[in-house]
């Protein structure tokens, strides 16, 4: 079953930086637009970048600033997020999701991805 699996959360100091991964164990990435939220307590869950399954660049919420990185590894087994400059106001839970969807252009909406991660936890704080 198709399962997203995230890595690399973890405490950082504000300024820091950090390299999220997501794989899908047994799958290629390769067939599917895929996405990073994040979600904070309390708050809806936000769409942070994403990638469509045919155009190669990724596109990003307006608040990142040009902050963060979405990219996928030469295999396209991997899709990482480098995370630059992170704020207090980044801490979240971050969340890849696939959806086998061939559009054009990628969407940060939940209700594109049908595909789920756990998450991982990203602190930031001094």
């Known amino acids: 079953q198709l399962q997203p699996v995230e890595a690399g959360g973890d405490l950082v100091q504000p300024g820091g930086s950090l390299k999220l991964s997501c794989v899908a164990p047994?799958?290629?990435?390769?067939?599917?637009?895929i996405a990073w939220f994040r979600q904070v307590p309390g708050k809806e869950r936000e769409g942070v970048s994403c990638?469509?399954?045919?155009?190669?660049?990724?596109d990003y919420a307006g608040f990142l600033q040009g902050r963060f990185t979405m990219y996928r590894d030469s295999a396209e087994i991997t899709v990482y997020l480098q995370l630059n400059a992170l704020k207090p106001t980044d801490t979240a839970v971050y969340y890849c999701?696939?959806?086998?969807?061939?559009?054009?252009?990628?969407?940060?909406?939940?209700?594109?991805?049908?595909?789920w991660g756990r998450g991982t936890q990203v602190t930031v704080s001094s």
């Open positions: 990638i469509s399954r045919n155009r190669g660049m990724a």
């Open positions: 999701a696939l959806t086998p969807r061939d559009d054009q252009f990628c969407s940060l909406q939940e209700t594109a991805y049908n595909y």
């Open positions: 047994g799958f290629t990435l390769k067939v599917y637009g």
